[in-house]
C-alpha cells in the first residue's frame, strides 16, 4: 500500500527556518520524481520543488534560493528544508509522487507570522 506522510508543518516566525518530511512506503523514492506542493486559503495548489530519480531539482522562482529539497534514500523519505520563511509562504505543504499515475500524502500546515 502506497503511502505519503508528511510531518515537520508549524507555526514560525518570519526570517525562521522548519524542514518538512515525507516519509513513504509502498514503493522506493529513488526511482520516482517527487515533488512539495503548497495550497494557501482560496488559492490553487503550486508546485514548489521537485526532485527527479536522477537527484536533479527544480524550484519555484518563489522560493529558489531559500528552499532545498532533498532525498534520503536509506529512510525512503523526502525533504524540503525552508529557510528565510515569510508570510506569504503560509500555506499546507503536501508531498506528491507520480508512482503509478500519482499519491498524494494528508498534508503538513506551515503557518508563518509574527
Known amino acids: 500500500q502506497v503511502q505519503l506522510v508528511e510531518s515537520g508543518g508549524g507555526l514560525v516566525q518570519p526570517g525562521g527556518s522548519l524542514r518538512l518530511s515525507c516519509a513513504a512506503s509502498g514503493f522506493a523514492v529513488r526511482f520516482y520524481a517527487m515533488s512539495w506542493y503548497r495550497q494557501a486559503p482560496g488559492k490553487e495548489r503550486e508546485l514548489v520543488a521537485a526532485i527527479s530519480a536522477g537527484g536533479s531539482t527544480n524550484y519555484a522562482d518563489s522560493v529558489k534560493g531559500r528552499f532545498t529539497i532533498s532525498r534520503d534514500n536509506a529512510k525512503n523519505t523526502v525533504y524540503l528544508r525552508m529557510n528565510n520563511l515569510k508570510p506569504e509562504d503560509t500555506a499546507v505543504y503536501y508531498c506528491?509522487?507520480?508512482?503509478?499515475?500519482?499519491?498524494w500524502g494528508q498534508g503538513t500546515q506551515v503557518t508563518v507570522s509574527s
Open positions: 506528491n509522487t507520480i508512482y503509478r499515475g500519482g499519491y
